[in-house]
């Protein structure tokens, strides 16, 4: 019982792990690619977080079934809120990338340190 | 008696599925070079699919779920040698040889995926 | 049992985000984002988050790549190399990792029905949704209806990301004077991929309207559709060169998907107002509010699908076209 508790837990430290490694390439990496990245692994981890809550013991997707009785359903709330955000962050992530393509036209580079040497 | 037969064999058929994909994963480590690399793992893509597909039908007797995974089976087995096909095209076109060496050579280096 | 492979699902997600961010070639990189999203996509899978699986596989894996393999095809393959030690930047996030560790013990076990968030609107939600719109699936039926406020917001945001990324980089290039575009032949000497590819596209493309019009009785819906029909016309433009897709579904009929879409949302919502409910009420469509309802999502999705689907398909060609412009 003790090592299932654990387990349980395995999914929030999962999401701290994924979490920094994203920020870290966020923080520490000059090239604005690999920052987009970092943050897109950032987010990824966020909508980790949110649909591990959403899981109940024993349910299922929340699909409702007719006639079948008694069914367990997943909270279905973080699924939305997750479903739209990811879409959401590729439009955006198409924003940035965007912005990096120009930046490459302007400076040449996209490694940030060259920019600000640049400017 | 014939659902013991049906669940045997489609254990049967999982468990060399299973095999196959280990197989092949075993080879992507452990073969010299890239073309033997997606020689074994083409494996998975063909045989294993076939095997744990098949396998999967078995076991979802006659349901709509038998098609689905018909569906898939047929799109798996469309894709996944196609894919391997290009990537080695587009590896033959960038300069990779597919040359007879063993390994531990000078071409160590191209190899890296 | 289930569990154990989410636990070897969930240590390979971290391994390959740590090797997303230690490769410095930028090429490698995508393809392990690629590879994440499949991951994180089967873990929600067993999270019971079907719908979300479906969008994140689509999107994450399918369109999120190309569009990131665009982008490098404009800026180069290789990161440099950073000199000097990362110990700040280690131990800044090694701090906030042990943070986050430690919060973690006060979060409530995997799937226990008693946490908080169980407890507030979602058992609502999964009752009255038979009673309200009598659909099985209960995530359209939030998304579309109950929060269907909150969606119109996103479609906006991917509306206005679009023509961001159209205004950015609709501009001429400064240097050239506008060469004129070479025709790209896309995979004209890989035979194999195109034959198969030729034969895919139809049946994506059907799975995508599936998707679309299945979404109120499994998993699916508007963002999942449009996804999908957009990766089944970007695999069309690879196969068979930009130029060629351009001519299947020309740029104004993008746009026309992008503005129609969000404009069907929108309009949908006054239409409510004007029969007297309140906005985005499809109660009031309808003579029976529950056929009304239906009839609303169904209409909304359509208008989600659409939007979703020229916004990703005009942001790859916003891309692609600024390769044959520089």
Redesign the interface.
């Given at each position: 019982m003790k090592l299932l508790e654990l387990l349980g837990y395995y999914n929030y430290w999962v999401f701290a792990v994924v979490l920094t490694v994203g920020l870290y390439a966020v923080i520490r990496k000059r090239n604005l690619i690999k920052k987009l990245i970092g943050l897109s692994i950032f987010q990824s981890a966020v909508f980790l977080l949110y649909i591990t809550m959403d899981k109940v013991e024993g349910g299922t997707a929340p699909i409702i079934q007719k006639g079948v009785p008694d069914q367990v359903f997943s909270n279905p709330l973080p699924q939305v809120l997750i479903l739209t955000a990811i879409v959401v962050g590729v439009s955006t992530l198409a924003l940035g990338l965007a912005m990096v393509v120009r930046i490459k036209e302007s400076y040449g580079t996209i490694e940030e340190h060259e920019i600000l040497g640049a400017d | 008696m014939i659902e013991l037969a049906l669940d045997v064999v489609s254990w049967v058929l999982l468990a060399v599925g299973g095999a196959c994909v280990l197989i092949g994963g075993i080879g992507g480590l452990r073969l010299p070079n890239f073309y033997t690399r997606i020689h074994a793992a083409s494996l998975t893509d063909t045989m294993a699919t076939l095997l744990i597909f098949v396998g999967m039908m078995l076991q979802s007797g006659l349901s709509l779920a038998t098609l689905k995974l018909f569906a898939i089976m047929l799109?798996l087995l469309?894709?996944g040698p196609?894919a391997t096909?290009?990537l080695a095209?587009a590896a033959l076109l960038s300069g990779l040889k597919p040359e007879g060496d063993t390994g531990q050579s000078k071409h160590g280096e191209n190899t890296q995926p | 049992m289930i569990y154990v492979f989410a636990l070897f699902l969930l240590t390979l997600l971290v391994i390959t985000a740590v090797a997303i961010v230690r490769t410095e070639n930028l090429f490698v990189a995508v393809m392990l984002t690629s590879i994440f999203s499949l991951l994180m996509a089967a873990n929600f899978f067993i999270l019971d988050a079907a719908d979300v699986a479906l969008t994140e596989a689509a999107v994450g894996a399918g369109v999120t790549t190309v569009i990131f393999l665009s982008a490098l095809a404009l800026t180069g393959d290789w990161e440099k190399p950073r000199p000097g030690g990362r110990t700040v930047a280690l131990g800044t996030v090694g701090v906030l990792a042990m943070l986050l560790i430690y919060a973690s013990f006060d979060k409530p076990r995997l799937g226990d029905p008693e946490a908080p968030v169980h407890q507030h609107v979602a058992p609502w939600y999964l009752e009255k949704t038979p009673e309200y719109m009598d659909i099985p699936n209960v995530v359209t039926a939030i998304l579309s209806s109950f929060r269907g406020y909150d969606t119109l917001g996103e479609v906006f945001v991917v509306f206005a990301a679009c023509i961001g990324v159209l205004f950015i980089l609709g501009v001429k290039p400064a240097r050239q004077t506008a060469a004129a575009p070479q025709p790209v032949s896309g995979l004209r000497h890989h035979l194999i991929p195109q034959v198969v590819g030729r034969l895919l596209v139809p049946f994506i493309v059907l799975f995508g309207l599936y998707v679309q019009f299945h979404g109120e009785y499994g998993p699916g819906g508007g963002f999942q559709a449009g996804a999908i029909i957009a990766t089944g016309v970007i695999l069309y433009a690879l196969l068979e060169g930009e130029a060629e897709a351009l001519r299947a579904v020309p740029r104004s009929v993008l746009l026309a998907l992008v503005v129609g879409g969000a404009l069907l949302y929108g309009a949908v919502g006054v239409v409510c107002m004007l029969k007297g409910g309140a906005f985005l009420d499809y109660s009031v469509l309808a003579a029976d509010p529950v056929f009304g309802q239906q009839l609303g999502i169904l209409v909304i999705e359509a208008g989600v699908g659409m939007a979703v689907c020229g916004a990703l398909l005009s942001i790859f060609h916003a891309f692609a076209a600024r390769e044959s412009m520089t």
């Open positions: - | 799109f469309l894709t196609t096909y290009a095209n | -």
